[in-house]
């Protein structure tokens, strides 16, 4: 039986002594009609396409096809190169990582929609920066990544993650809780903490609005996704730290269904609405814009 909740994925974990990615893996492996190796393989696979999608979203300064990006990472790696941030190299890893796939993304280049491309740099910036900061395994990487796709996925049974019917919070809130998940369970923590950080992260992002500038996923996209990957480590700090959601994860789930279907449809990714209609996204909308106009932008 296909899970469909946290608190069956509780059950179902404790009741079998399995940790999340093992139910996850023999339930996927069941769904597909393959084995748990092949399964595997299948999520390494995407592990590398994320890197990929990061390596080459470092080492690009192409615009992006909607000629509003594609150059942020650039400056946020170049301010590094001579300030440290505040926090760690882990932090600065993640900014930049985020950066560099949601670029790529608006680019139209290759990357692993997780579980969105709009939400595509959240779970790779924070899982690939950890895999590099603290050495950790294959095996454990697939894991991880088993793991962030189990919480996406009983999100997903209840509430679609179409910024176009649920905002964005069905998009990068997904992601976000999706990558606190992952991280609780490469820092070896329970089933229950690893639960509460998912919660703990989406439910502070409901009512996230989807108002892309004239209609295409760069602003304010691009900038939101290492925002909402620091987010779900903040979320993944409190619950390691035993501070729990008050409201369990699955009635936060509930809330963001209530919340997306009371949303104006104007906020819904159309673009009528929001940051897409404010006095300088119209100018943009209305702009032949030119080689000139771009270069002042960018600066």
Same mark, same amino acid.
């Given at each position: 039986?296909?899970?469909?909740?946290?608190?069956?994925?509780?059950?179902?974990?404790?009741?079998?002594?399995?940790?999340?990615?093992?139910?996850?893996?023999?339930?996927?492996?069941?769904?597909?009609?393959?084995?748990?190796?092949?399964?595997?393989?299948?999520?390494?696979?995407?592990?590398?396409?994320?890197?990929?999608?990061?390596?080459?979203?470092?080492?690009?300064?192409?615009?992006?096809?909607?000629?509003?990006?594609?150059?942020?990472?650039?400056?946020?790696?170049?301010?590094?190169?001579?300030?440290?941030?505040?926090?760690?190299?882990?932090?600065?890893?993640?900014?930049?990582?985020?950066?560099?796939?949601?670029?790529?993304?608006?680019?139209?280049?290759?990357?692993?929609?997780?579980?969105?491309?709009?939400?595509?740099?959240?779970?790779?910036?924070?899982?690939?920066?950890?895999?590099?900061?603290?050495?950790?395994?294959?095996?454990?990487?697939?894991?991880?990544?088993?793991? $962030? /796709?189990? @919480?996406?996925? &009983?999100? *997903?049974?209840? !509430?679609?993650? =179409?910024?176009?019917?649920? +905002?964005?919070?069905?998009?990068?809130?997904?992601?976000?809780?999706?990558?606190?998940?992952?991280?609780?369970?490469?820092?070896?923590?329970?089933?229950?903490?690893?639960?509460?950080?998912?919660?703990?992260?989406?439910?502070?992002?409901?009512?996230?609005?989807?108002?892309?500038?004239?209609?295409?996923?760069?602003?304010?996209?691009?900038?939101?996704?290492?925002?909402?990957?620091?987010?779900?480590?903040?979320?993944?700090?409190?619950?390691? $730290? /035993?501070? @729990?959601?008050? &409201?369990? *994860?699955?009635? !936060?789930?509930? =809330?963001?269904?209530?919340? +997306?279907?009371?949303?104006?449809?104007?906020?819904?990714?159309?673009?009528?609405?929001?940051?897409?209609?404010?006095?300088?996204?119209?100018?943009?909308?209305?702009?032949?814009?030119?080689?000139?106009?771009?270069?002042?932008?960018?600066?």
């Amino acid at each position: 039986m296909t899970i469909k909740t946290f608190e069956e994925l509780k059950k179902s974990c404790t009741k079998n002594n399995l940790k999340i990615y093992e139910i996850a893996q023999i339930e996927e492996s069941e769904v597909f009609d393959i084995t748990v190796e092949e399964f595997r393989f299948k999520v390494e696979k995407t592990i590398q396409a994320m890197k990929e999608a990061i390596k080459n979203g470092l080492n690009s300064t192409a615009l992006t096809n909607g000629k509003m990006g594609g150059f942020d990472c650039a400056k946020q790696l170049e301010y590094y190169k001579h300030h440290h941030s505040i926090f760690n190299k882990l932090f600065e890893k993640i900014i930049c990582y985020a950066l560099a796939t949601s670029e790529e993304n608006a680019r139209m280049g290759r990357i692993a929609a997780c579980p969105t491309a709009g939400a595509c740099g959240i779970v790779p910036s924070c899982l690939i920066s950890i895999f590099e900061e603290y050495d950790i395994d294959k095996e454990k990487q697939i894991n991880s990544l088993i793991t $962030a /796709g189990m @919480i996406g996925k &009983i999100i *997903a049974s209840k !509430v679609a993650t =179409a910024g176009a019917i649920g +905002g964005c919070q069905a998009e990068c809130g997904t992601a976000s809780a999706m990558a606190a998940s992952a991280a609780a369970y490469l820092f070896d923590s329970d089933i229950d903490t690893i639960i509460n950080a998912a919660a703990l992260s989406l439910k502070n992002i409901l009512g996230l609005t989807c108002d892309p500038v004239r209609g295409f996923v760069e602003v304010p996209c691009i900038k939101r996704n290492p925002f909402l990957a620091v987010h779900a480590l903040v979320a993944f700090e409190m619950a390691q $730290a /035993g501070i @729990i959601s008050i &409201i369990p *994860a699955d009635e !936060v789930v509930d =809330a963001m269904e209530q919340t +997306g279907a009371l949303m104006s449809s104007a906020l819904k990714e159309s673009s009528q609405a929001g940051l897409a209609k404010t006095k300088t996204a119209i100018i943009m909308e209305k702009a032949c814009f030119t080689k000139k106009y771009y270069s002042e932008f960018k600066d």
